[in-house]
């Protein structure tokens, strides 16, 4: 069992910067990545970015590359997301996700976290 509780989301301007913090605590044994991902209304739930749990390896998607850095500190089980130079677009519910060793589903979830980017 993995928990995750985002944080760290608000109201910011058109070229501005925000870092999300993801909290995760539990068993992290055969974890395989930790994952960002975001929804905005209307639309789809989308990869943002993740990092590999064993390499820190990193990927991201096209239209954060450049401006986004997933990181983590393991000292503080804190999965980080900074964000630069934020849009209109960027605009959504940021969810981090838990990937395990094996699977191609994510297994859990956090709560979400709203950034909302005025323009």
């Known amino acids: 069992q993995v928990l995750l509780v985002e944080s760290g989301g608000g109201l910011v301007q058109t070229g501005g910067s925000l870092r999300l913090a993801c909290a995760y605590s539990?068993?992290?044994?055969?974890?395989?990545?930790l994952n960002w991902f975001r929804q905005a209304p209307g639309k789809e739930r989308e990869f943002v970015a993740a990092?590999?749990?064993?390499?820190?390896?990193?990927m991201y998607a096209d239209s954060v590359k450049g401006r986004f850095t997933i990181s983590r500190d393991n000292a503080k089980f804190t999965l980080w997301l900074q964000m630069d130079n934020l849009q209109p677009n960027d605009t959504a519910v940021y969810l981090c996700?838990?990937?395990?060793?094996?699977?191609?589903?994510?297994?859990?979830w956090g709560q979400g976290t709203q950034v909302t980017v005025s323009s």
């Open positions: 539990g068993r992290f044994f055969n974890l395989a990545s």
């Open positions: 990092i590999n749990w064993m390499t820190d390896r990193t």
């Open positions: 996700a838990a990937r395990l060793q094996g699977a191609n589903a994510y297994a859990y």
